[in-house]
Nanobody
Framework: QVQLVESGGGLVQPGGSLRLSCVAS????????VGWYRQAPGKQRDLVAT???????NYADSVKGRFTISRDNAKNTVVLQMNSLKPEDTAVYYC????????????WGQGTQVTVSS
């Protein structure tokens, strides 16, 4: 079973930056589409950004131009660089991996809290 371990959350002031990292425990990480979702209190879990094995990215409209997703297949790592953070970005952020042709198709991280507040 693929395990995803996130790090990098915390408290930041509006306008600040945070960098989230997620390390996957699979030797075929390069085959996976990876991404980040977030869930604010009382709300559903929403897509933030995804990055396919082929390098295609997709971002939620609310984070376009502020967040950047990237991956390092040699280190089994996906990174979410978050700039110009807003209070409405406050949520638990979850790392996600999906591979339609793999034995372990889907994996989720345990979540990391991001709080944007002055």
């Amino acid at each position: 079973q693929v395990q995803l371990v996130e790090s990098g959350g915390g408290l930041v002031q509006p306008g600040g930056s945070l960098r989230l990292s997620c390390v996957a425990s699979t030797s075929i990480f390069s085959l996976y589409t990876v991404g980040w979702y977030r869930q604010a209190p009382g709300k559903q879990r929403d897509l933030v950004a995804t990055l396919t094995s082929g390098g295609r990215t997709n971002y939620a409209d609310s984070v376009k131009g502020r967040f950047t997703i990237s991956r390092d297949n040699a280190k089994n790592t996906v990174v979410l660089q978050m700039n110009s953070l807003k209070p409405e970005d406050t949520a638990v952020y979850y790392c996600y991996a999906f591979c339609g042709i793999c034995l372990d198709r889907t994996a989720w991280g345990q979540g990391t809290q991001v709080t944007v507040s002055s």
